[in-house]
């Protein structure tokens, strides 16, 4: 029997108190472009998708759901059968979210709303002239109190593969493509965002992208310097509504099928395969703020 497989993180759907300010950071600090407004829900694209932020204007700030594109191979009610039998509820809905038709909503273990789709609207609106433009939304790290429960949930249920770990079972890195995380799930007594990632093009991108960040009056957290586990080299800092945004590029590429990453000359051990690493950054650069615990 085929089994479902999520092959991208499509988008993320915050609720804001500060919804103009985030849709002035997102189109002018990170040079995204608004697709449509509805209901007063702005959605925002960087490239071909209908959108990949969507904020809506609310009395808290938090992550309202984040949006995963499925390979399509499956119908969504074969999905939600699938689903149905490892005891997971779900619910279909449609026409909930422009560009998507159909979707199925459910939650993980930790509570996190989870959008699965087959098809999304293409937009033309295209890349941003302006700000940063990032190639596309990287990964999502986020806080979980059963955090173990949570990994498994996303193996088990959305075809994710394990790549890596950080310290005993803090930090979890999955993916489900040739990024080495599209999830990083960390170990915590609370469920919340951890961080939102964006990728971008090279080195000369990552300086010119701090650049954009002082012009706004973004002030860098940490970095550059790059990570043990992924080796993506990055920076941090905060959005509007005090969500931790990193800007990464060298992410580490995965084969599934080798259960190995590409090579590459910074890789210490070859073949490079998923492993337990004790620090953060391979440069051993000290962090000014404890991402940990931020």
């Avoid at 103009?20 to 702005?42: A, L, P």
């Avoid at 994710?160 to 599209?182: A, K, M, Y």
């Avoid at 000359?265 to 940990?292: N, R």
């Amino acid at each position: 029997m085929y089994k479902v497989k999520v092959f991208r993180l499509a988008y993320a759907d915050f609720v804001s108190e500060n919804a103009e300010s985030m849709t002035e950071y997102y189109t002018n600090t990170m040079g995204y472009r608004i697709t449509e407004k509805k209901d007063g829900i702005i959605y925002l694209s960087n490239g071909l998708d209908h959108h990949n932020i969507v904020i809506t204007p609310a009395e808290k700030t938090a992550i309202r759901s984040y949006g995963y594109q499925l390979d399509g191979k499956l119908s969504l009610e074969e999905v939600q059968d699938q689903l149905h039998q490892q005891g997971i509820a779900s619910r279909i809905k449609t026409d909930v979210k422009p560009g998507i038709s159909k979707l199925i909503e459910l939650n993980d273990p930790a509570g996190n709303v989870i959008e699965l789709f087959t098809e999304m609207e293409q937009s033309a609106i295209g890349y941003g002239s302006s700000g940063i433009v990032p190639l596309k939304l990287g990964h999502i790290a986020f806080y979980a109190n059963n955090h173990k429960e949570v990994v498994q949930f996303y193996q088990g249920a959305l075809g994710f593969w394990f790549t890596d770990q950080i310290g005993e079972d803090f930090c979890n890195f999955l993916t489900c493509n040739s990024d080495h995380h599209v999830l990083n799930i960390v170990a915590s007594k609370e469920t919340r965002l951890h961080h939102i990632a964006f990728q971008l093009k090279d080195a000369s991108h990552h300086f010119a992208s701090s650049d954009v960040l002082a012009k706004h009056g973004r002030s860098i957290l940490w970095g550059p310097s790059r990570h043990t586990a992924g080796h993506n080299v990055a920076t941090y800092h905060y959005d509007p509504d005090g969500n931790v945004i990193e800007l990464f590029t060298d992410l580490d590429v995965f084969i599934p099928e080798l259960g190995i990453f590409e090579p590459r000359p910074w890789h210490k051990d070859l073949p490079l395969k998923p492993k337990v690493w004790e620090g953060l950054s391979s440069w051993g650069t000290e962090f000014e703020v404890d991402l940990a615990k931020v």
